[in-house]
């Protein structure tokens, strides 16, 4: 039987799929963080603005993963 997406259950996982999620929010966040940093280096407004969607985007990503991180338990080996 399925799990519902809204049940207060966590969604038991490996250790090695939580590793592998951890270091996806990790690089997530660093690549933000890095192509933030290029922000004041670009001059154009159109490439400026595309940099930003970017940033954006990356920590939008990265949230959505911690957020089921949160919702995640090791599973018993």
Request: net charge positive; aromatic share 2%.
């Amino acid at each position: 039987m399925r799990q519902r997406i809204d049940s207060p259950e966590p969604y038991h996982v490996s250790a090695r799929f939580r590793n592998t999620l951890e270091a996806a929010i990790l690089a997530l966040e660093a690549g933000a963080a890095r192509d933030e940093k290029a922000l004041r280096l670009l001059v154009d407004h159109d490439h400026r603005r595309r940099q930003e969607l970017l940033v954006a985007g990356q920590l939008e990503r990265a949230l959505r993963l911690r957020l089921l991180l949160e919702r995640t338990a090791e599973r018993a080996a």
